[in-house]
């Protein structure tokens, strides 16, 4: 696993590697294609798909570029749809004057589907709250859970935004809990933490006792 930081705010684009044969999926592309794509070059990877776990701008920026380059597609939960195609909903009209985003992804997934790209076996985790449409990957064989703005080393993504949910990401979190403790997420943003830790010190525990209405 690769890891780069990326974009205005400095979020995380991770490159899951087949290390016997360099197939690597990209998840988050977040910004500065170029980068993006002199990383791909220097490690000699093979890119075969980019995941997104949700649709705001700053984790999707670079998508069309590299899928360009690499004739690869899009993954995205089908309750993304909306997000990926409003630029409203996917905070480029909140963040920028100059441009918006309008994209779609060319598969769309399902809560618990398996895939297997790159010969990388994992699970789609639903957890909406951040956005309607938010996911996780969860990669069993290798105990790592790619997990965006959904779950933050002691904290949690924000809800605040268009579609968002403070009672549907504490139930998110919730589920993300029954992972085994020391399954390692690896946020969108920040540092990777583990499941374990999460379940004792996350802020969202403590939060999400009392009653919420959204």
């Not at 990388?120 to 790619?146: Q, R, S």
Request: proline share 5%; charged share 20%.
């Amino acid at each position: 696993m690769y890891q780069m930081c990326l974009g205005v705010i400095a979020t995380n684009v991770y490159f899951l590697v087949n290390d016997e044969t360099n197939e690597t999926v990209i998840v988050d592309p977040a910004d500065q294609a170029e980068k993006i794509m002199d990383h791909i070059a220097s490690k000699g990877l093979i890119p075969k798909a980019i995941y997104l776990t949700h649709g705001h701008f700053d984790h999707i920026l670079a998508c069309e570029d590299l899928k360009r380059a690499y004739h690869i597609p899009v993954y995205a939960l089908e309750d993304e749809k909306e997000t990926l195609a409003n630029p409203g909903q996917n905070l480029t009209e909140w963040y920028s004057d100059v441009f918006t985003i309008s994209m779609e992804a060319d598969r769309w997934l399902k809560d618990g589907e398996y895939l297997d790209v790159a010969g990388l076996p994992c699970e789609v985790i639903a957890t909406p709250g951040h956005t309607p449409g938010g996911c996780c990957y969860y990669f069993p064989e290798e105990k790592i859970l790619v997990c965006g703005d959904t779950l933050f080393e002691g904290s949690y993504g924000r809800t605040d935004f268009p579609g968002g949910s403070f009672r549907k990401l504490h139930q998110s979190m919730l589920r993300l809990f029954t992972l085994p403790d020391d399954v390692i997420a690896l946020p969108g943003h920040g540092s990777a933490t583990t499941i374990g830790t999460e379940k004792k010190f996350n802020a969202i525990n403590e939060e999400g006792s009392a009653t919420w209405f959204d």
